[in-house]
């Protein structure tokens, strides 16, 4: 009997949920076949079999969290192995550590029929299976559960589903959480594997590296004309138009091509040397439907503004999916996070590691400006560089920062 385990599927991954079981108990299962889609902290990845065999047990049911390495399947692959399974004990002892599969199970378990609940018990089912039933407004109370130890999975009530009236939209679990605080009003919100990995990496980040904040205004006025120009010529020849992000990617890359040691990592403290990196892979934050995400642009300074911009667009589709892979949410030298969009004038943004720092740009707007002695209304854009001070110091920030409006207040040196 194989045993299969959570794998480890990118570099910050300490646990999975469960997604998508592909395969079920008694399924015959090929090498290549996929098996499961496993939640990480930065997408959803299938999972291929490198065994063939039949599916035996599902240990782990769909909307479930493990830690890496826990077995979440059993595959029998017709080749007879030592296994130590645990010696039956009675009833009131401590749970079995492994049981034979459900079908040779299930005549001596007691749970087999569904067994009347006293008053506040429940039967066991996956986060999953909770929703479902708030949204189909199922009792499980009579529901027998074919997983680990009882438990009810998803297949275990989608005949119920079938024949359930339209799901109760007042009833899905986004929207009816707990209440724990009545004072309050508070209620209980789940966080996603995506969300917690988010905020460990980010909290860690705060407490550990040194931040300090260099904020810069740019008279914007000739980039939205640029912009509007360039996009007109572009619709007119049947081409994608290019936004002011794309517009800032290009900027931030050729200004880190001139300051290298803004495009640096800070090792250890244990550590003589940082490294500077000869290529400029730019992150560019997408806040997702699943989350905040960092998908990665190689070698950005040496790809046109259309480029940028075409690529851009396909990793933030990609990001809403959640298929983005490992590979290109990895080796990011230095991160944009854009909230302009939004309205937002300026805000800080923590730094992503290992990079040495961040750049947060709020909107383009119109503000007075003295220009000649006199006061015209001209487009402005603010930004600030969140530095890791161990390796940046003020006044090389400083000088990226002005190199970097340079580049934004003269747009055409970014299309030349």
Not at 86 to 95: I, K, Q
Not at 116 to 143: H, K, M, T, W
Not at 181 to 202: C, F, G, K, N, Q
Not at 281 to 293: D, E, K, T
């Amino acid at each position: 009997m194989i045993e299969i385990k959570m794998p480890r599927l990118s570099d910050t991954m300490e646990e999975g949920s469960v997604a998508t079981w592909h395969k079920h108990p008694g399924d015959h299962v090929d090498v290549g076949d996929i098996l499961v889609e496993i939640e990480t902290d930065k997408a959803t990845m299938e999972y291929e079999a490198y065994e063939a065999g039949t599916l035996t047990e599902i240990l782990v049911p769909e909307g479930e969290v493990v830690a890496i390495g826990t077995p979440i399947a059993l595959l029998d692959s017709g080749v007879a192995t030592a296994r130590a399974v645990a010696a039956p004990v009675p009833a009131a002892a401590a749970p079995v550590v492994a049981t034979p599969s459900h079908e040779a199970a299930a005549p001596q378990r007691p749970e087999s029929a569904p067994q009347p609940l006293a008053e506040g018990q429940r039967r066991f089912a996956s986060p999953l299976v909770r929703r479902i039933a708030r949204q189909y407004n199922i009792d499980l109370s009579g529901v027998r559960g074919s997983g680990p130890g009882g438990r009810i999975i998803r297949r275990d009530i989608m005949t119920l589903v079938d024949g359930a009236a339209q799901p109760d939209v007042s009833q899905v679990a986004e929207h009816t959480p707990t209440v724990v605080d009545e004072r309050r009003a508070s209620e209980s919100l789940a966080l996603s594997s995506t969300r917690r990995v988010i905020a460990r990496r980010l909290g860690e980040s705060a407490r550990t590296i040194p931040h300090f904040f260099v904020t810069a205004v740019a008279d914007a006025q000739a980039l939205v004309a640029m912009r509007g120009e360039l996009n007109t010529q572009l619709t007119a020849v049947g081409r994608a138009k290019v936004s002011v992000n794309d517009l800032l990617i290009r900027a931030c890359a050729l200004a880190l091509r001139e300051h290298p040691q803004v495009n640096a990592s800070y090792i250890d403290d244990a550590s003589t040397t940082m490294l500077v990196h000869h290529r400029i892979n730019i992150g560019v934050a997408v806040a997702s439907a699943n989350g905040l995400v960092v998908p990665v642009i190689d070698d950005a300074d040496q790809k046109t503004v259309s480029e940028l911009g075409a690529e851009a667009k396909r990793l933030a589709g990609l990001a809403n999916d959640k298929k983005l892979s490992l590979e290109q949410m990895s080796g990011g030298t230095f991160t944009i996070s854009n909230l302009g969009m939004f309205g937002v004038e300026q805000f800080t943004a923590i730094i992503n590691p290992p990079e040495g720092a961040i750049l947060a740009v709020g909107a383009t707007a119109l503000e007075p400006r003295v220009i000649d002695g006199e006061v015209q209304v001209r487009h402005t854009m603010r930004y600030t560089l969140s530095s890791d001070h161990r390796i940046i110091d003020g006044a090389l920030a400083a000088q990226f920062l002005r190199t970097l409006t340079t580049y934004l207040e003269n747009p055409w040196s970014l299309v030349a």
